[in-house]
């Protein structure tokens, strides 16, 4: 069973950058596909980004796509989510997931996910 960690998360300015992260505790970090999803206020959790388990190939969603980019590090069994041009729509708790199967888009095919970093960002 895996273990995830995320941090970065803080109050930033519109058009600020941040870098989230998550450390995992499984040794076998490579064997999964990772995701980041998040929960806006009264919003339900929702899709972010996802990466395969060697990085070959990602997936985002369209209100992120050319702002954020996935990555991962199997070799430290870090996943990253570096965030430009941030708006406060994206003012969320954004959660890292683990799963067994592919980098979908949908939070069931995740087995594991973190507790969760808070990002505000400031209009």
């Known amino acids: 069973q895996v273990q995830l960690v995320e941090s970065g998360g803080r109050l930033v300015q519109a058009g600020g950058s941040l870098r989230l992260s998550c450390a995992a505790s499984?040794?076998?970090?490579?064997?999964?596909?990772m995701g980041w999803f998040r929960q806006r206020p009264g919003k339900e959790r929702e899709f972010v980004a996802a990466?395969?388990?060697?990085?070959?190939?990602?997936n985002y969603a369209d209100s992120v796509k050319g702002r954020f980019t996935i990555q991962r590090d199997n070799a430290k069994k870090m996943l990253y989510l570096q965030m430009n041009n941030l708006k406060p729509e994206d003012t969320a708790v954004y959660y890292c997931?683990?799963?067994?199967?592919?980098?979908?888009?949908?939070?069931?095919?995740?087995?594991?996910w973190g507790q969760g970093t808070q990002v505000t960002v400031s209009s």
């Open positions: 997931a683990a799963g067994y199967g592919g980098a979908t888009y949908y939070g069931h095919d995740y087995n594991y």
């Open positions: 499984e040794r076998t970090f490579s064997h999964y596909a």
């Open positions: 990466i395969t388990r060697i990085g070959s190939s990602t």
